[in-house]
C-alpha cells in the first residue's frame, strides 16, 4: 500500500492547499466564493456603517472586509486540498527556482521589472480610461468606483498601505498565482494558463479601469511564477505596484495625477517610456534564463511515498 506524505517547506504559509490545483472549473468556483466573500463584507460594511462613523467606516472597515472577501476561497481550497492530499499529488505554492541569480538579485530583479512593467502600461491604462469613460452610463459607474477605491488609497496613510501593499499582494496573489495559475498550469500549455489567469486576476477588480492594468501586470507576474514558481516574487511587484501607488496617492503635488502621462512633459514622458519598456524587455530576458525543470513550469511537486 503507498500513501502520500506531506512534505512542504517550512517557509510556505500556504502549505495546507497544495493539493487543491483546479482547472477551469475550479477557478470558476474559487471566483464564486470570492464573490460570496464580498457580499459577507458588504453586509458587514452595513452593520459597521450602523455603530461608527460614516469618515471612520472608509478609512478602516476595509481592514475587516477586505480579508473577509478572500476566506470563504481559502476554507474552500483549505477542504479540498486536504481531501486530495492523501491520493494526489500536491504543488507547493512557493519555490525557489532562480536560476543564476543569487536572491538579492533576482528580488532587485523584480523590483526593476515592477518599475518596467508600470512605466510600459501607463499609456495604454490612459486609453483605456478616455475609451470607457467616453461610453455612456460608464462615467457615473466610475465616480462611484472611484470613491471607492479611494478606501484603499485615500484614507490614512497606515491603513491604506496596509490594505493595498501587504493585504493585497498576500491575499491577491495567493488566489491568482498561487491557486488559479498554478493550478491551470499542471492542466494546459503555459502560455494559456498565464493569460487565463491575467484574465482573471482583471475580473476580480471588478471594474474596467483597472481590468487592462491588472491584465497586463497579470502576464507579467505570471510568467515570473511560471519561471520561478515563487509567490514571494510576484507578491514583491504586487507589494511595489500598490505601494507606489498609495505613497504617490498621499503626496499633495501628485495626488491629482492617475497617470505617469499626465504629470511629465511630452518629451520627458517619452523618454521614461522608452527606459520602461528597455527595462521590461531586459528583465524578462534574464527571467528566460532561468531553466525549466518541467512543462508546467518551475513549480515542484510536494508528495513523498511511504510504504504501509
Request: hydrophobic share 50%; aromatic share 16%.
Amino acid at each position: 500500500m503507498q500513501l502520500r506524505a506531506r512534505k512542504v517547506n517550512s517557509y510556505n504559509l500556504f502549505a495546507s492547499h497544495a493539493w487543491y490545483t483546479p482547472g477551469v472549473g475550479g477557478m470558476f468556483t474559487l471566483l464564486a466564493w470570492f464573490l460570496v466573500g464580498n457580499l459577507l463584507g458588504a453586509l458587514v460594511m452595513g452593520l459597521f456603517g450602523l455603530f461608527m462613523p460614516a469618515s471612520s467606516v472608509q478609512a478602516y472597515g476595509m481592514l475587516v472586509v477586505y480579508p473577509l472577501a478572500f476566506i470563504p476561497a481559502m476554507i474552500y481550497a483549505g477542504a479540498k486540498s486536504q481531501r486530495n492530499s492523501l491520493f494526489d499529488a500536491g504543488y507547493q505554492l512557493d519555490n525557489n527556482h532562480f536560476g543564476p541569480f543569487k536572491g538579492w538579485q533576482i528580488a532587485l530583479l523584480t523590483v526593476l521589472l515592477t518599475f518596467g512593467t508600470m512605466i510600459s502600461a501607463d499609456y495604454p491604462n490612459y486609453l483605456n480610461f478616455k475609451l470607457t469613460t467616453a461610453i455612456p452610463g460608464l462615467k457615473a459607474f466610475y465616480d462611484l468606483m472611484m470613491e471607492s477605491i479611494s478606501s484603499l488609497t485615500g484614507g490614512p496613510f497606515w491603513s491604506s498601505f496596509l490594505l493595498a501593499a501587504i493585504f493585497a499582494p498576500l491575499f491577491e496573489e495567493w488566489l491568482c498565482r498561487g491557486m488559479v495559475l498554478r493550478g491551470l498550469l499542471t492542466k494546459m500549455k503555459p502560455g494559456w494558463a498565464i493569460v487565463v489567469s491575467a484574465l482573471f486576476f482583471a475580473v476580480i477588480h471588478m471594474n474596467p479601469w483597472q481590468a487592462l492594468n491588472a491584465f497586463i501586470i497579470g502576464v507579467v507576474m505570471g510568467y515570473v511564477y511560471y519561471r520561478t514558481g515563487s509567490l514571494r516574487l510576484t507578491m514583491l511587484m504586487h507589494f511595489v505596484n500598490n505601494g507606489f501607488a498609495v505613497i504617490c496617492a498621499h503626496i499633495p503635488s501628485l495626488e491629482e495625477y492617475d497617470y505617469w502621462f499626465e504629470m511629465m512633459g511630452k518629451g520627458t514622458y517619452i523618454a521614461v517610456y522608452v527606459l520602461g519598456l528597455a527595462a521590461l524587455a531586459v528583465c524578462l530576458w534574464a527571467f528566460g534564463k532561468i531553466p525549466m525543470e518541467q512543462k508546467r513550469g518551475n513549480i515542484d511537486e510536494v508528495t513523498l511515498s511511504v510504504e504501509g
